[in-house]
Nanobody
Framework: VQLQASGGGLVQAGGSLRLSCVAS????????FGWFRQVPGKEREFVAG????????VYSDSLKGRFTISRDNAENTVYLEINSLKPEDTAAYYC?????????????????????WGQGTQVTVSS
């Protein structure tokens, strides 16, 4: 599976963005997906994800509320909508996918739970 993330950019605090992750090579059905973000010098941080069945959305406990993950199987795309953007949301955002089954939704929060990664899209929030 190849993943292409897009939709990042420069936005003012309080604004919104919708990031897209287009998958190619395989249909997204049967894959768990995750969105992560990373700033230089820090570890990659889980933001939101979908379980392999697509039935359950998983969110970071600390970020829950302003982020919404969704998917369009027909477009083979997973989205991440970010509302009320804050300067601390500034980061490179990565999408990831994996076809393995994890028994607990929390397992989708780990970087090690994903084999396939997109190249990242930069989000910069100005104050």
């Amino acid at each position: 599976v190849q993943l292409q993330a897009s939709g990042g950019g420069l936005v003012q605090a309080g604004g919104s963005l919708r990031l897209s992750c287009v998958a190619s090579g395989r249909t997204i059905s049967g894959y768990g997906f995750g969105w992560f973000r990373q700033v230089p010098g820090k570890e990659r941080e889980f933001v939101a994800g979908f379980t392999r069945s697509g039935a359950t959305a998983v969110y970071s406990d600390s970020l829950k509320g302003r982020f919404t993950i969704s998917r369009d199987n027909a477009e083979n795309t997973v989205y991440l909508e970010i509302n009320s953007l804050k300067p601390e949301d500034t980061a490179a955002y990565y999408c990831a996918a994996d076809g393995r089954y994890w028994s607990r939704p929390d397992f989708y929060k780990f970087v090690s739970g994903y084999i396939y990664w997109g190249q990242g899209t930069q989000v910069t929030v100005s104050s």
